[in-house]
């Protein structure tokens, strides 16, 4: 990790900037989190106000699939702890070199705690609403800590091993065993080994009327390998013996093969994000590298950099734009301010009040960037 990095006062899971050669990690981690600080009810605002068959599919590519299935917004997620994977290593790669294991531990656990903190913050604690253990925050942070651990402990061909029995144990685990109360094994909604754990253990703050969360005990496993699978990307992006051609091609090569493996072990084992399924594990990494090797190529090998820059932005302080986002008085202003600005933009307004939020970030997000301030949970 940079040691300029280091000296700033502040908790640390994402490298920001990673690298000025690894702009691309930054670029595409903005990316990715640059349709959830508002993006998306912009999108929706649009369909709303100007309905066609256009805007119904692209508002539809923001929705997640009701059960079975992938859209553009089930990517998200997966491909986010994808790039915690891949940090993990530039972060944990010089620790035999630079310091001892207790300290690293010591490290990691004040990750873990600090991102599960922002989680209570984040999701309203300080207002009154009961604590969660389980949500998008929450995951990040046990697959942070899992992964880290991992890495630390185990070659590359024991992460490639417990990385394969993370896969091949749940799916055993759904195919072959029968949840309890049914008398023959089910991926279906509310009747799998996933929902039913969650239905028993859930507390107040994460329980849901269906009975189950998205982000459930069972289905952080296949999470973990996500993370994992990142890990491997890290590893390569490493090694100093390969030139950026080849990375490129195994990025490349490696998301293509990832998603004909994962659609097609998918016509027994559905892609289902709302469980986290190995075959969606597969799928989302092969979309989440083919997405890394496009930008490696035209961020890191073209030096094609300024279209970027606005992600950059976000990339650097993506938790922060993330909790910002998703704190934003949204009622405000979609409701009473969109009212007063009907007088001056009209049948418009909602489009305009909904852009408001995701504006507001970046400004914020750009102006952090200059002035190199970087929370980095």
């Not at 940079?2 to 691309?24: F, G, N, Q």
């Not at 604690?125 to 389980?134: F, K, P």
């Not at 072959?176 to 089910?186: H, I, L, N, R, Y």
């Not at 509310?190 to 982000?215: Q, Y």
Request: contains cysteine.
């Amino acid at each position: 990790m940079d040691a300029a990095y280091d000296r700033i006062p502040v908790v640390a899971l994402e490298v920001a900037p990673t690298s000025t050669r690894m702009l691309s990690l930054d670029a595409l981690r903005g990316f990715d989190m640059f349709w959830i600080i508002g993006v998306d009810q912009l999108i929706f605002s649009i369909k709303k106000t100007f309905p066609s068959r256009f805007t119904e599919v692209l508002a539809g590519q923001f929705e997640h699939a009701t059960w079975e299935g992938f859209r553009f917004y089930d990517l998200i997620f997966p491909l986010f702890v994808f790039l915690v994977g891949i940090t993990t290593v530039f972060s944990l790669s010089k620790v035999p070199e630079t310091g001892s294991k207790a300290a690293v531990y010591k490290r990691i656990a004040r990750r873990f705690l600090l991102l599960y903190l922002l989680a209570f913050v984040h999701d309203g604690v300080l207002w009154g609403e009961n604590i969660r253990m389980l949500g998008v925050l929450q995951r990040i942070a046990w697959c942070y800590l899992f992964t880290s651990l991992i890495y630390l402990h185990l070659r590359l061909r024991g992460l490639i091993i417990v990385f394969a029995a993370i896969l091949i144990g749940y799916w055993a685990l759904m195919t072959f065993v029968p949840p309890p109360g049914e008398a023959t094994p089910t991926f279906a909604m509310h009747k799998n080994w996933s929902n039913r754990i969650d239905s028993k253990l859930l507390l107040p703050g994460d329980w849901e009327p269906r009975g189950w969360r998205n982000e459930g005990y069972l289905s952080t496993l296949p999470a973990i390998a996500t993370c994992i699978l990142g890990t491997f990307t890290g590893v390569m992006l490493r090694a100093k013996h390969l030139s950026d051609v080849q990375k490129f091609r195994y990025m490349a090569m490696g998301g293509a093969v990832l998603l004909i493996v994962g659609y097609s072990w998918g016509l027994q084992f559905p892609v289902i994000k709302r469980i986290w399924t190995s075959t969606y594990v597969l799928v989302a990494g092969g979309y989440s590298l083919l997405l890394l090797a496009s930008f490696y190529y035209i961020i890191d090998m073209r030096r094609w950099r300024k279209w970027a820059t606005p992600f950059l932005w976000i990339g650097a302080n993506a938790i922060v734009a993330y909790v910002l986002a998703s704190i934003a008085p949204w009622s405000w202003f979609t409701g009473p301010f969109a009212s007063w600005l009907a007088a001056y933009c009209g049948g418009a307004s909602n489009v305009v009040a909904a852009a408001v939020i995701p504006c507001l970030v970046i400004l914020l997000m750009y102006v952090m960037y200059r002035k190199h301030w970087y929370l980095r949970v």
